[in-house]
T-cell receptor, first 116, second 113 residues
Framework: NAGVTQTPKFQVLKTGQSMTLQCAQDMNHNSMYWYRQDPGMGLRLIYYSASEGTTDKGEVPNGYNVSRLNKREFSLRLESAAPSQTSVYFC???????????????FGPGTRLTVT | GNSVTQMEGPVTLSEEAFLTINCTYTATGYPSLFWYVQYPGEGLQLLLKATKADDKGSNKGFEATYRKETTSFHLEKGSVQVSDSAVYFCALNSGGSNYKLTFGKGTLLTVNP
């Protein structure tokens, strides 16, 4: 099992360019998440997908869109990149919890994005 | 809303020293509590968790006890190693169908030989 994989690992964009960050998981998890990590801010949730076919906004959704392509894949798109979107982006997934159990989120290795 | 407050870093210790990283939370209902660790250049990994009051989570020599009366989940280790150098995040999950995690801002730990 590869767990959660993300591509690319690094990316540099110019202001106004667009790109899509890819995420895939092979654990048959229902829920998937996109976070951004900034110094001194911890991780902030951008969007999440509780199950295939649904997506919802998190804490900081502005400037981003997402697509839950299928159960395995959850992509994050920046339509017009801005320097404020320079960050490290993490994708995570989580299985459906059975009664009385708590399932943790599993994280990918991250994508380091710089917008100049 | 939910929130997690953890002690500001950075924390610098010598090898074999005792570690405490404080974490307190605000949440509705009965959250599950987690500590995640992020080694340099990597994603987050679950270190330990606790799902109800008075539960103690433990892993790799780290421990944390879910204290509902003080709304705390402090991370401790009796003897740290250089390999424990990382950023540690406290987080909570207040349940519901979306299972979102709320994270603290992270504490950077550096252990010197």
């Amino acid at each position: 099992n590869a767990g959660v994989t993300q591509t690319p690992k690094f990316q540099v964009l110019k202001t106004g360019q667009s790109m899509t960050l890819q995420c895939a998981q092979d654990m048959n998890h229902n829920s998937m998440y996109w976070y951004r990590q900034d110094p001194g801010m911890g991780l902030r949730l951008i969007y999440y997908s509780a199950s295939e076919g649904t997506t919802d906004k998190g804490e900081v959704p502005n400037g981003y869109n997402v697509s839950r392509l299928n159960k395995r894949e959850f992509s994050l798109r920046l339509e017009s990149a801005a320097p404020s979107q320079t960050s490290v982006y993490f994708c995570a997934s989580r299985g459906f919890p059975l009664a009385g159990r708590t399932y943790e989120q599993y994280f990918g290795p991250g994508t380091r994005l710089t917008v100049t | 809303g939910n929130s997690v407050t953890q002690m500001e870093g950075p924390v610098t210790l010598s090898e074999e020293a005792f570690l405490t990283i404080n974490c307190t939370y605000t949440a509705t209902g009965y959250p599950s509590l987690f500590w995640y660790v992020q080694y340099p250049g990597e994603g987050l990994q679950l270190l330990l968790k606790a799902t109800k009051a008075d539960d103690k989570g433990s892993n790799k020599g780290f421990e944390a006890t879910y204290r509902k009366e003080t709304t705390s989940f402090h991370l401790e280790k009796g003897s740290v190693q250089v390999s424990d150098s990382a950023v540690y995040f406290c987080a909570l999950n207040s349940g519901g169908s979306n299972y979102k995690l709320t994270f603290g801002k992270g504490t950077l730990l550096t252990v010197n030989p």
